[in-house]
């Protein structure tokens, strides 16, 4: 029978994932993002806000990796996990990474669905400069280079 991991065990295994992947060293990193998902899906299960945050990490890291499928797949687990969370912030940044894994694809339609899917109030600025994690369209429409940022 296998060992369930505890919270602090899971959130371990997440922060070494980051540091392997802040070092380049994204086969190891990706190795332990997998271990951190496997540990907070058995602990916490799929939909947790913590499963969700791995998820889209590991997503992130595919979308390095240039692989795009991979990276689909994860960013789409953390979207469905994170609908119901009550972070709006973290939704708004899994829409905006999967519009541009998107448009990396080639695929302006989806992009642009995705991103929309945040209205009113939750869509995430393309500009990783961006302090604002969440904007409504409004706003985003007034910027250039985020003229909407303080």
Do not use: W
Not at 6 to 29: I, M, P, W, Y
Not at 112 to 141: F, T, V, Y
């Amino acid at each position: 029978m296998a060992q369930v991991m505890s919270f602090e065990d899971s959130r371990v295994l997440h922060e070494e994932a980051k540091d392997l992947e802040n070092q380049g060293r994204l086969a190891a990193a990706e190795h332990k993002y997998l271990e951190a998902i496997r540990a907070r899906e058995s602990g916490l299960g799929p939909d947790h806000y913590t499963t969700a945050t791995s998820y889209d990490s590991l997503g992130e890291l595919y979308f390095k990796m240039e692989q795009l499928d991979k990276a689909e797949e994860y960013l789409n687990k953390a979207l469905h996990a994170r609908k119901d969370s009550g972070f709006n912030a973290d939704l708004a940044m899994t829409r905006d990474s999967l519009g541009r894994l998107f448009e990396m694809k080639g695929d302006l339609k989806a992009a642009q669905e995705i991103r929309l899917k945040g209205l009113h109030d939750n869509i995430a600025c393309g500009n990783g400069s961006c302090l604002r994690l969440q904007n409504s369209l409004k706003e985003l429409s007034k910027c250039s280079v985020c003229k909407v940022c303080p």
